[in-house]
């Protein structure tokens, strides 16, 4: 089972930006796809964004143009570039990683609240 830690959280206010990493505990060629999800309290988990091995992203309707996922194959790392953050964007972040026999794995998360 792979490791996925995230970093980067914090609070921030609204307009702010902030960029989470995500660290996987081996090479993420071995991923079909990497994402991005959140949950705010009372909400259920919803993606984000998210990235394939050859690079294609997608984003939620509600963080485009705003937000910007990448990937570093030299570091097994991803990111999420959050500029223009709203409070509407308060939640836990997740990394998820699917891999190419569709085992799914998890981070533990890390809060990002913006500040109005």
């Known amino acids: 089972q792979v490791q996925l830690v995230e970093s980067g959280g914090g609070l921030v206010q609204a307009g702010g930006s902030l960029r989470l990493s995500c660290a996987a505990s081996r090479s993420i060629f071995g991923f079909n796809v990497m994402g991005w999800y959140r949950q705010a309290p009372g909400k259920q988990r919803e993606l984000v964004a998210s990235i394939t091995s050859g690079g294609r992203t997608n984003y939620a309707d509600s963080v485009k143009g705003r937000f910007t996922m990448s990937r570093d194959n030299a570091k097994n790392t991803v990111y999420l570039q959050m500029n223009t953050l709203k409070p509407e964007d308060t939640a836990v972040y997740y990394c998820?990683?699917?891999?190419?026999?569709?085992?799914?794995?998890w981070g533990q998360g890390t809060q990002v609240t913006v500040s109005s």
């Open positions: 998820n990683a699917v891999s190419w026999s569709r085992d799914n794995s």
